[in-house]
């Protein structure tokens, strides 16, 4: 079986999300693609709690074959122990795609256990309007690391610029609108 991992912030899960893990599903053949909303994100603060970003990628994905969301219990987990634990839930896994940003891709170098992971699984890349693949490439090959890139109709669409149109009470695009009706209900990105 083939497996994707979309770990991030997800603050708040939006439709670039969504259609990066459902073409991964059927571009790279995957049985599922598994959400790991990240407890305490490395690299960020995220404005929402970690409970009501894990609900909106729940709303967000719901009634969608192959997508599933899971928690992960350490807050500050491992790429090597994020395997293991992906691993327990499922079995019969073989392979694994860690699906990722330009922008998160880019710090790659300085993930523990990088050679663990580069046995372990290869990369599904995602390209915004303004990333250049050919760093990718480049940092994909000097660190000898298997990927795949992929762009879309969603370049445009980043969690920054919904929260930023949240703060000023405008209209977010680019969210699913369940999702958005939780997030006006709940009170979230109110300045």
Do not use: C
Request: glycine share 6%; hydrophobic share 35%.
């Amino acid at each position: 079986m083939k497996l994707g991992i979309f770990s991030g912030t997800f603050d708040p899960v939006h439709e670039g999300h969504i259609w990066l893990a459902r073409e991964s599903l059927k571009r790279f053949d995957l049985a599922k693609v598994i959400f790991l909303p990240e407890p305490i994100p490395r690299r960020k603060l995220p404005e929402a709690s970690y409970a009501n970003r894990k609900k909106m990628l729940e709303i967000a994905i719901s009634g969608t074959t192959g997508l599933d969301v899971r928690n992960i219990e350490d807050e500050s987990h491992s790429v090597k122990g994020t395997l293991k634990f992906i691993e327990q839930q499922y079995d019969g896994i073989d392979k694994v795609k860690i699906i990722m940003g330009a922008d998160v891709f880019e710090y790659i170098d300085s993930w523990k256990n990088l050679d663990y992971l580069a046995r372990e699984a290869d990369f599904v890349v995602y390209l915004r309007h303004e990333d250049d693949g050919e760093l990718a490439v480049e940092q994909a090959n000097k660190l000898r690391l298997n990927i795949e890139m992929i762009s879309s109709q969603y370049s445009q669409v980043s969690s920054s610029k919904i929260r930023e149109a949240l703060h000023s009470g405008e209209q977010p695009s680019g969210l699913e609108p369940k999702v958005l009706k939780y997030i006006l209900e709940n009170h979230l990105y109110e300045k």
